[in-house]
């Protein structure tokens, strides 16, 4: 089985429930609140780790009050620090969630937007067959230095999820990256904000011109839509249902899709069958409350992949 590089951020997240969100200049109560350890890379990870798919999670752990949160929920859950910094503190994400079950997120980021080109030394490159990385960093002041090691690596596949900040990545860095021929993973909301298309089919075409890979498009409750390599010229689109789900919270759905993906991949499975698998797990997700998947019971390897 081969090996999946994880880029990306650890972070304190506060789960705040609350009816609607307030107008401006309101004062409304919430129903609750939840101290969560996520971040779009740890959130990732959990899915693999849970089926024993082998990883590196390269996740800056600083010092700070939010880092010694990250530093001691990743030991307690089994994880390796790999990146461990003397200075900076971890980022805080604030995560509004109403009756509906959608999420609102308001972070204020950490040494998680500051990669430097040394860190990557930490790994072996060689070593990995796919990595992941999000828009988060890749927009951030040290999302050039990840370019660069994408780039100065090019047997490794690229599965990029910009996910919400993707309007706010600098357009030439943007398309550096899609040179590189990432698999995308966006959302509809995202994949017509970034392209300005009217319909899914037209953006992930005008995707396709720009990276020639697979497109992974997430709707929701309907499932996901998968466009091969060659959809902008004549190739197969596929949609993918959704497993029914009653959804409690939307937050880490996207994350999940992702580790679903990428732990099938790990398995040998072809890209619609594993989007097949990651639905599933996303709708495990919005079962429940928090972003993580399932339970932290189940982060240590012992799912049988064949039986879930």
Excluded at 178 to 201: A, F, K, Q, W
Aim: charged letters at 20%; a negative charge.
């Amino acid at each position: 089985m081969d090996k999946t590089l994880i880029i990306g951020a650890a972070m304190v997240d506060n789960m705040v429930e609350l009816d609607r969100l307030p107008a401006p200049g309101e004062d409304i109560f919430a129903r609750n609140e939840q101290h969560l350890v996520g971040g779009c890379a740890l959130n990732v990870a959990t899915v693999l780790k849970a089926f024993n798919v082998p990883y590196e999670l390269l996740v800056p752990v600083g010092n700070g009050r939010n880092a010694a949160i990250v530093r001691e929920e990743m030991l307690a859950r089994g994880f390796r620090i790999v990146l461990e910094l003397d200075s900076g503190d971890n980022g805080y994400c604030l995560a509004l969630v109403d009756n509906q079950g959608e999420r609102t997120l308001i972070t204020l980021p950490g040494i998680e937007l500051f990669f430097k080109p040394h860190w990557f030394d930490r790994v072996d490159a060689s070593q990995f067959a796919r990595v992941y990385v999000t828009g988060y960093e890749i927009g951030s002041e040290g999302g050039e230095h990840i370019v660069a090691f994408l780039k100065g690596h090019p047997h490794l596949k690229i599965f990029f999820a910009p996910g919400p900040r993707i309007s706010y990545i600098p357009p030439e860095r943007m398309d550096a990256l899609l040179s590189l021929g990432p698999v995308m993973h966006l959302n509809r909301n995202e994949t017509l904000l970034y392209t300005r298309c009217d319909t899914i089919n037209a953006a992930i075409a005008y995707i396709q011109s720009k990276t020639h890979a697979p497109v992974i498009v997430t709707c929701g409750a309907e499932g996901a839509v998968v466009a091969d390599d060659s959809f902008a010229s004549g190739g197969a689109i596929t949609v993918v249902p959704g497993r029914p789900a009653r959804v409690v919270d939307t937050v880490g759905a996207g994350d999940a899709h992702m580790g679903g993906i990428l732990t099938a991949l790990g398995y040998g499975k072809p890209l619609v069958e594993a989007v097949q698998f990651a639905n599933r797990v996303a709708a495990s997700v919005v079962e429940k409350k928090g972003s993580q998947f399932i339970t932290d019971k189940f982060t240590n390897g012992n799912i049988a992949f064949d039986q879930w």
